[in-house]
């Protein structure tokens, strides 16, 4: 059974700060990984979509890399900026339909 | 630009009431889903449909039905609700094709069941 696992469960920096949001799954056979993110009372946004055969992917002052051998995605936020603050959750798919979440990283960017 | 849309936003139910919750998306996407996000354990899949008249189960589905006459919409019902059933709702919709291509979700429904 895929399992999808997100450290930390939070993290608060001060603006500026470079961060890595952490991902890992049990199961290496996926379809793509994706990264969302989540505003309080809101639904998801998503950020970045990484197909299996891909290693990164980039958008503004994000970066996504996956390493499928080790089960393993980071998503890296450049020059965090309060606005930043929300949680941040990765879902893999496989060969069906479904995506299978992690529980996601509360992120809190403070001026 | 509405995108996906869920209605109601919030509702309260006392148990063994039931209820439909909606969801509308305009972006002509063939693939529409139905999850649940509880605390500590992230979005888990309820049912899920690939196309008008269609529906599958997914991780989750004990307790509540779904029907797609329509492609825009994607009805959830729960028969009788209870309070384990308490949760933020989400639907989301996909375009076909390409497996690649992104969900869209709208923004919940926050349910407690009394």
């Known amino acids: 059974k895929q399992e999808v696992t997100q450290i930390p469960a939070a993290l608060s920096v001060p603006e500026g700060e470079n961060l890595v949001l952490n991902c890992s799954f049990t199961?290496?056979?996926?379809?793509?990984l994706q990264w969302f993110r989540q505003d309080p009372g809101k639904g998801l946004t998503s950020l970045l979509l990484?197909?299996?055969?891909?290693r990164e992917q980039t958008s503004g002052r994000l970066n996504a890399s996956l390493d499928k051998s080790s089960g393993r995605s980071t998503l890296y936020i450049a020059a965090s900026q309060p606005g930043d603050s929300a949680t941040y959750l990765c879902?893999?798919?496989?060969?069906?339909?479904?995506?299978?979440f992690g529980t996601g990283t509360r992120l809190q960017v403070f001026p | 630009n509405a995108g996906v849309t869920q209605t109601p936003k919030f509702r309260v139910l006392k148990t063994g009431q039931s209820m439909t919750l909606l969801c509308a998306q305009d972006?002509?996407?063939?693939?529409m889903y139905w999850y649940r996000q509880d605390p500590g354990m992230g979005l888990r899949l309820i049912h899920y449909s690939v196309g008008e008249g269609t529906t599958a189960k997914g991780e989750v589905p004990d307790g509540y039905n779904v029907s797609r006459l329509k492609k825009q919409n994607f009805l959830l019902g729960l028969e009788s609700a209870a309070p384990s059933q308490t949760s933020v709702y989400f639907c989301?919709?996909?375009?076909?094709?390409?497996?690649?291509?992104?969900?869209?979700f709208g923004d919940g429904t926050r349910l407690s069941i009394l």
């Open positions: 990484i197909q299996s055969s891909q």
């Open positions: 989301a919709s996909r375009r076909q094709g390409n497996s690649n291509q992104p969900q869209h």
């Open positions: 879902a893999v798919r496989r060969n069906t339909d479904k995506l299978i």
């Open positions: 972006m002509n996407h063939e693939y």
């Open positions: 199961d290496s056979a996926i379809y793509n």
